[in-house]
């Protein structure tokens, strides 16, 4: 039996995922959050085996738990379960470590044989977002990230941006103005040769 917990704020979905999931008798729903907060004490009383994670949530986005699930209970598979098909949320996601990517509007029927998979150690995803990822990484297969030029504080950014963080927010977490963290960015981008945080999440390798 797959033991799974769903993160989702939208209190209509998060029932109607949970209905469609309790009339399958190979899962157990253990948890249903509306926000990552109370996530890491769950799951230390109960681990699911699998996680339905949204993306845009009060208190903690879902891009950040992944982050932190993995470095806490790595053997848990993350199946985002979001409306993003934008590429930076994607790949940030991707990059956090979770382990599928659906959409909200993929049917039950795809949500279920999804868990099944993930489950197994496969990496289900929707069809078009899947097209993207490969698309995306075959334009970039053969690029190459040299952080080495990055300055210390560029690297603490760096890694506050996949962590899925807004401008606003990294600029508070290490007490600079919005304006002097755009000129960081503006560099790292210029060093790593990306124009974007969707090709910045692409390339990323971990600088820890």
């Not at 992944?66 to 409306?83: A, R, Y």
């Amino acid at each position: 039996m797959i033991r799974i917990a769903i993160i989702e704020d939208n209190l209509q979905y998060r029932k109607a995922i949970g209905m469609i999931l309790q009339l399958n008798n190979n899962f157990q729903l253990l948890h249903m959050l509306e926000n990552p907060l109370d996530m890491m004490t769950c799951f230390t009383d109960e681990k699911p085996d699998v996680v339905l994670m949204d993306i845009d949530m009060p208190g903690m986005n879902g891009i950040k738990a992944v982050w932190e699930i993995k470095k806490t209970f790595p053997d848990i598979k993350v199946l985002m379960l979001t409306v993003f098909e934008d590429e930076e949320k994607i790949f940030g996601a991707i990059k956090a470590g979770a382990n599928g990517y659906l959409l909200k509007k993929d049917s039950p029927q795809k949500i279920m044989e999804s868990i099944d998979a993930v489950h197994k150690g496969e990496s289900p995803m929707n069809g078009m977002i899947a097209a993207k990822v490969l698309d995306y990484f075959q334009k970039t297969k053969t690029a190459q990230v040299d952080q080495s030029s990055l300055t210390v504080r560029e690297k603490e950014i760096l890694e506050l941006l996949m962590l899925g963080n807004s401008y606003k927010e990294i600029a508070a977490a290490i007490f600079i103005s919005v304006e002097t963290l755009n000129s960081h960015i503006k560099n790292i981008y210029r060093k790593l040769n990306v124009h974007s945080r969707a090709e910045l999440s692409a390339k990323y390798r971990s600088v820890t």
